[in-house]
């Protein structure tokens, strides 16, 4: 069946500029992460989502970063007012439940902010 | 504060040779932990899980070694093969908490 996927695969912006990631997760799994992994580091924990709702948001940096799950399926990161550090790879994953379960992870979106 | 972490970036490995992949984490509420394996602008693909009731668990030529006195984990692959060369990702969790902890990576270049 089909994996995860990423929308879109580059995206390349300037200071300031306003960027939407989208993810499709597998289908039926209930679980879905965001990721995301500079340059030499592993990936980096940004936020859990249980069906539609945020069950944990934690690792955003900030709040120019935000996430939707309206509606338990496809999610959509939001970031406003991007600076050059949030330049990095945008990974997203899946589960069929939350813990213990293997999480799948999508290609990722390559976010570069000149 | 790096919990999870992965000291060698870098291993080179002969073709049919064992690969020992390490891994060190500072948290002891960890209870699960997992290796992905990843190739250039792919995704990490999960590679093999252990649980801290156990301290060994084999899949094929892959085997994860737990040793939770010492919070240290290992990755062995034998025999290696050259399409094993990709960046491997150890990574950890906690009860009750859902999101995975990773390394910094190991790149591992298995030589033909």
């Known amino acids: 069946g089909a994996g995860v996927s990423q929308t879109p695969s580059n995206k390349v912006t300037e200071k300031g500029k306003y960027v939407e990631l989208r993810c499709d997760p597998i289908s039926g799994h209930t679980a879905l992460y965001w990721y995301r992994q500079s340059l030499g580091q592993g990936p980096e924990f940004l936020i859990y989502?249980?069906?539609?709702?945020?069950?944990?948001d934690s690792g955003l940096p900030n709040d120019r970063f935000f996430a939707v799950r309206p509606e338990g399926s496809v999610s959509t990161l939001k970031i406003q007012r991007t600076e050059r550090g949030d330049s990095a790879v945008y990974l997203c994953?899946?589960?069929?439940?939350?813990?213990?379960?293997?999480?799948?992870f999508g290609p990722g979106t390559r976010l570069t902010v000149l | 504060d790096q919990q999870v972490k992965q000291n060698s970036p870098s291993l080179s490995v002969q073709e049919g040779r064992i690969s020992i992949l390490n891994c060190d984490y500072t948290n002891s509420m960890f209870d699960y932990f997992l290796w992905y394996k990843k190739y250039p602008a792919e995704g990490p693909t999960f590679l093999i899980s252990?649980?801290?009731?156990?301290d060994k668990n084999e899949d094929g030529r892959f085997t994860v070694f737990l040793n939770k006195s010492a919070k240290h984990l290992s990755l062995h692959i034998v025999p290696s093969q050259p399409g094993d060369s990709a960046v491997y990702f150890c990574a950890a969790s906690a009860p009750g908490t859902y999101k995975y902890i990773f390394g910094t990576g190991t790149r591992l270049k298995v030589l033909a």
């Open positions: 252990i649980s801290s009731i156990k």
């Open positions: 994953a899946s589960s069929s439940q939350g813990s213990y379960n293997e999480q799948f």
């Open positions: 989502f249980q069906g539609t709702g945020a069950a944990d």
